[in-house]
């Protein structure tokens, strides 16, 4: 799901007879008007069904029931709110008799104390407890706001509501999501295997390629062909390519060209590729670039064959909306215990860069050759906040876990190649002993974002998969 796709959410409005049912009627016409300026498509009762479109007896939870059965294909949140104490049972059987499976925000609206008359009092603090209770009977799994009653004019709300938003977003995105894995892992990376039966149980397909086919693919183009000629000007456009032979350029291009259409064709969310060193020796390229331009385009390429990995960067795209990267945790910096240096040949996202070039491997090129090794982009990565994510699957306790947190990309100097920066984490050293204890890969994604909570609340309160979070 993009972060610019229109979402659905259902809406209950909870009544309760001996309060004051104007309340509801003011309350759900200025969450529903909330909701539609956040470009969201509200499903709730119409005002002229009960009591101002809430929901209250039996009658109406039915009824609000069957409409979101009706929508169950394309609704991706329920949102509770409390113009007043409200129903209890009536929002929880809503929900249940449903069948819906997805995130649900309980709001309570604020008491104003000058208006506490029987007229006009709430009392949604109180009800709130009470719908949170039946939730919990009814097994319901539930978000809150930072705040027990809290307008929904308020900052903190808008808060609230983006962060629900990108829970119900990154969960939406995991419903039969399909990772693509071109090729065989390298034989040195142990570290990036992986049960796809654990995916499988979780939902999360994977699908293979031999890396062989692609290139056979590739060779059977002519660099005449109008769409490997478009492909090659794409790739121009891209970066500085100055630095790469025509050659070469047109040789990714026609990987590019195959790549991108094996994506389309199987619908993928995310793929990881075997990008060394099998594709140097007999294709004469680095993959870099045109997975590059994959991430940027919000389809996230991985390294090394890194399924995890891919999956971790899809997830933080989820969260933000925007593109994802996968980094080496590489070296220290100095003797700074929160500080290190994050590092890849690289096929970072473009817009990652302060600038970049295309270029050869250097490590890679050790033992392939330089002309078989170009096609990585170069670059120092802009500061600012960045978010980490790394999954793993466990075949020991047979399930997926990982550890997630958030950072700064700094402007410490530091002299190397490939794509690079330092980035400040604290506590670091905490973090790292986890990552060795826990036995987790040298691979971490991170997004230019800050989007750790949203993937906190998704993953693990609402997907039971354990995580170490490290947020200030």
């Known amino acids: 799901m993009s972060v610019n796709e229109k979402m659905e959410i259902g809406l209950i409005v909870g009544n309760r007879g001996f ?77 249940r008799w449903s069948g819906l499976e997805v995130p649900i925000l309980v709001h309570a609206w604020p008491d104003d104390p000058k208006k506490m008359d029987v007229a006009n009092r709430r009392d949604s603090f109180c009800g709130k407890i009470s719908v949170c209770n039946n939730l919990n009977q009814y097994g319901l799994r539930f978000s809150l706001t930072n705040f027990h009653t809290v307008s929904p004019e308020s900052p903190s709300f808008q808060e609230d509501l983006d962060q629900f938003v990108g829970v119900c977003r990154v969960l939406r995105g995991l419903k039969n999501v399909r990772l693509g894995a071109v090729g065989a892992r390298p034989a040195a990376f142990k570290t990036v ?20 086919e692609l290139l056979a693919a590739a060779e059977k183009l002519s660099d005449t062909e109008p769409e490997v000629i478009n492909a090659l000007k794409e790739i121009q456009a891209y970066s500085d390519t100055s630095k790469v032979t025509l050659s070469s350029l047109k040789k990714i291009a026609r990987f590019k060209l195959v790549l991108d259409r094996w994506v389309r064709e199987n619908d993928f969310q995310a793929i990881a590729v075997q990008c060394w060193s099998s594709l140097q020796a007999n294709f004469g390229v680095m993959p870099c670039v045109a997975m590059s331009m994959l991430s940027q385009s919000l389809i996230p390429a991985a390294c090394e064959v890194d399924i995890l990995g891919a999956l971790s960067m899809y997830i933080l795209q989820l969260a ?137 609340e998704a993953l693990s309160h609402y997907r039971s998969w354990p995580l170490y979070v490290n947020l200030e």
């Open 193 to 212: 295997r992986y049960s796809e039966k654990i995916l499988e149980q979780e939902g999360i397909s994977v699908d293979t390629l031999d890396l062989s």
């Open 320 to 456: 933000s909306g925007q593109p994802s990267a996968l980094v080496d945790w590489n070296n220290n910096y100095q003797a700074e215990p929160d500080k290190a240096v994050i590092f890849h040949c690289s096929n970072f996202p473009v817009s990652y860069f302060e600038k970049s070039h295309l270029y050869m491997s250097e490590i890679i090129a050790g033992t392939v050759g330089q002309e078989n090794a170009t096609g990585t982009l170069y670059g120092r990565v802009k500061a600012g906040p960045f978010s980490f994510l790394r999954l793993t699957t466990s075949d020991s306790t047979g399930n997926i876990r990982g550890y997630l947190g958030e950072g700064k990309v700094t402007a410490d100097p530091v002299n190397t190649f490939g794509g690079y920066s330092v980035v400040e984490i604290e506590d670091l050293q905490s973090l790292l002993q986890i990552i060795c204890q826990e036995g987790y890969e040298h691979h971490v994604a991170i997004n230019l974002s800050r989007c750790a909570r949203v993937i906190e």
């Open 19 to 95: 309060f004051p049912d104007h309340l509801c009627q003011s309350g759900r016409a200025a969450m529903v008007k909330l909701l539609e300026e956040k470009n969201i498509k509200v499903i709730a009762l119409p005002e002229n069904s009960g009591k101002f479109g809430s929901v209250e007896t039996i009658q109406d939870a039915k009824k609000c029931a069957e409409l979101f059965k009706k929508h169950r294909e394309t609704l991706t949140g329920i949102i509770v709110t409390l113009p007043n104490f409200g129903d209890e049972r009536a929002v929880a059987d809503t929900i």
